[in-house]
């Protein structure tokens, strides 16, 4: 399994937000996509997660492209947002039931898969509970259940540590790297440089709309002359004009 974004320009009207963008994910790997804020990653995201249509290039998932078949296209990535997206009318079983649904997973597969995730977020006893009613950290496990039970090829993530407590935040790691064991991947927005350094296998660096570095962490000393630094020191002295100079 192979992700590609070739030449991915756009954003939001006529005017481009990301330019150009090029990048493969390899099949068992986490890749942190970081950047300053504005640097583009979101609108990335979103057209990856087709709900920008791009103004040039292609997206492919196992070679499955998104404009050639969007449906089988989405149901090859899960999706967890910043913000969690919480329906007011729903239990939290239902919103298991309702991505269920979306993925053609069973109801009974789904709460197979579901039952050690809610037990690992202390959410078994709430599932007849309205999540509307749950705190900004319980709802963002909300999503990372429902996002976990779908069992995709690709993961996006976006800032998934905001809200969680310490205990989340590690279940949530123990939970990226399982699944890039499983030889899933894992595409992880986040501005949390010291825990991405750790857990990730390659970072994309983004500024103003381009990627300015992509590789592990080696790969990234060399491209930028910063032979022993950390990835904070990279990512300050690409973001501010370091590799320019």
């Known amino acids: 399994m192979t992700v590609k974004v070739e030449h991915l320009t756009g954003g939001y009207g006529k005017r481009p937000v990301i330019k150009n963008i090029n990048f493969e994910l390899n099949q068992g790997e986490i890749v942190g996509l970081i950047g300053l804020n504005g640097a583009g990653k979101s609108t990335t995201i979103k057209h990856m997660l087709g709900l920008l249509t791009p103004m040039e290039g292609s997206l492919t998932i196992s070679d499955i492209n ?12 899960s999706y967890i947002p910043e913000s969690p997206v919480i329906y007011e009318e729903l239990t939290l079983q239902e919103h298991i039931y309702m991505t269920a649904m979306a ?41 990372i259940i429902c996002a976990f039970i779908v069992e995709p090829e690709l993961y996006i993530i976006d800032e998934p540590f905001l809200g969680l407590d310490p ?28 825990t991405a ?49």
């Not at 205990?167 to 010291?194: F, W, Y």
């Open 66 to 77: 998104i404009n050639k078949d969007v449906e089988t296209y989405r149901r090859k990535l």
């Open 103 to 143: 993925y053609n997973i069973s109801r009974e597969k789904a709460m197979e898969r579901a039952r050690p995730l809610l037990k690992t977020f202390r959410l078994e006893d709430e599932l007849n509970i309205f999540p509307s009613h749950f705190s900004k950290g319980m709802k963002q496990k909300v999503m």
């Open 197 to 245: 350094e750790r857990y990730c296998d390659r970072f994309l660096i983004m500024d103003e709309g381009e990627i300015v570095a992509f590789g592990n962490l080696e790969e990234l000393r060399k491209q930028t002359g910063l032979e022993g630094k950390t990835l904070d020191e990279i990512y300050i002295h690409v973001t501010q004009g370091g590799n320019n100079s």
């Open 167 to 194: 205990l989340g935040i590690q279940s949530m790691l123990d939970l990226m790297v399982e699944k890039k064991n499983e030889n899933r991947t894992v595409l992880m927005s986040t501005h949390i440089l010291a």
